[in-house]
């Protein structure tokens, strides 16, 4: 059984918070949970993300998280889904959690017409080179938290203001630019149902 939680538009630190605890209390019969999130505007760096990537952050918060990853930005019109999994009970690795959150991403943005793709390289989701999702995970006591990122309607300029995931020359983008108009919820239900499908099989 899987819980998910829709928390609405939330501050980054509140619920980062949140999650540590979360993960600190859980027990081997816990429930795992995906929290459907939106943040206000933040820019978070990963634990071994260089404060050098952040070229001018302006008034937009810059906080140190623990994730994995470099540099990204987080606002309203991004979907963010966390992933509070017990790996351990799943017999999943990080590698396979990661494949995972990138197909449900993939097969989401397929049931709206865009075709995307994950790169060996460089953990996420692309359309023609430009990311459009990102994921940025913690793992401790064999469970996960953190998750996923992905760019629906939002305002994408404090991205020029950082070297996303820590590259200087990468582009992101987003659904609203690709010609697809939906809800963010709407856009979360397709990607939790993935994740879940997943967590099933």
Not at 96 to 121: F, K, P, W, Y
Request: with cysteine; glycine share 8%; proline share 2%.
């Amino acid at each position: 059984m899987v819980v998910i939680r829709h928390l609405g538009l939330q501050d980054y630190e509140i619920i980062w918070q949140d999650m540590q605890l979360f993960n600190q209390k859980r027990n081997a019969e816990t429930a795992d949970e995906l929290w459907v999130v939106e943040h206000f505007p933040v820019y978070t760096l990963g634990l071994n993300g260089k404060r050098e990537h952040v070229l001018n952050a302006g008034r937009i918060p810059v906080i140190n998280s623990d994730r994995g990853g470099q540099v990204t930005y987080h606002g309203p019109g991004q979907l963010i889904i966390y992933t509070l999994l017990d790996l351990k009970r799943l017999n999943w690795g990080v590698r396979q959690l990661v494949t995972v959150l990138e197909q449900a991403m993939i097969s989401a943005l397929a049931e709206h017409g865009v075709l995307s793709a994950s790169r060996a390289d460089a953990p996420g989701v692309y359309v023609d080179n430009k990311k459009i999702g990102s994921i940025g995970l913690r793992i401790k006591k064999n469970c996960s938290y953190h998750g996923l990122s992905l760019n629906n309607d939002m305002d994408l300029r404090p991205f020029n203001s950082i070297n996303t995931c820590g590259y200087s020359d990468l582009k992101v983008t987003q659904l609203a630019d690709l010609g697809v108009a939906i809800d963010t919820n709407e856009l979360a239900n397709s990607v939790t149902q993935a994740i879940t499908t997943a967590l099933q099989t």
